[in-house]
């Protein structure tokens, strides 16, 4: 494929991804889950979490096509792509859970989407080893992200707690694949800059 077809295909996906017109493959974990009743207090808190948790797959899905563009080998491009639509199944799920609660993703998702493709492409030119290893410490910071979630979320809203669960599975396996490929760990230094940004990150999109 030529850089002008790369190039409008990247367009068309961040379209997609920023849109919310993403497709899941698999069933929604919800989709047989009774609805329970929340108060506006608990509707707004559950709304909240599930935009950072929106927020985290619009992310996904910029670092993945980011790390899988430039990826030297083309079985851990192969990796990253997979990886990749699986997490768009979290998109999905949870764009249409946020429309449930009556509530909207982030205002500020092409900025998060841009931020997290330049990241993931700086972590892909560092060698496929550390981008290996960026994935493992992601996913394993929003695996730990995820659990804090099926804690925090009212125990009323089944629903999102059944798509959180789901979620937090597949990022472990997500980050178990990329340490069977050969993952460089990432070191303290850094492993402290990501917990930073993403801290930034989620105490924005919960409001915004």
Known sequence: MVFSDRLIQHFDSALRVMSGVSVAERPNPAAKVAEGELDSAKRRHS?????????????AQALYQAQAQFARSEAIKQQFLLAGREEEDHLAWTAERLRELGSRPSLLNPLWYAGAYALGAVAATLGDARSLGFVVETERQVEAHL??????????????????????????????????????????????????????????????
Do not use: F, W
């Not at 709304?47 to 992310?59: D, F, K, T």
């Not at 804090?148 to 798509?163: G, T």
């Not at 997500?174 to 989620?202: C, D, N, R």
């Open 47 to 59: 709304a909240g979490l599930m935009r950072v948790n929106h927020v985290g797959e619009v992310c």
């Open 147 to 208: 659990n804090q979630h099926l804690d925090s979320l009212p125990p009323q809203d089944a629903k999102s707690l059944a798509i959180v669960a789901q979620m937090s599975a597949d990022e472990a396996a997500h980050g178990a694949a990329a340490q069977a490929l050969g993952a460089q760990i990432v070191s303290p230094l850094a492993q402290k800059g990501m917990q930073a940004m993403s801290k930034v990150m989620t105490s924005t999109a919960y409001y915004l």
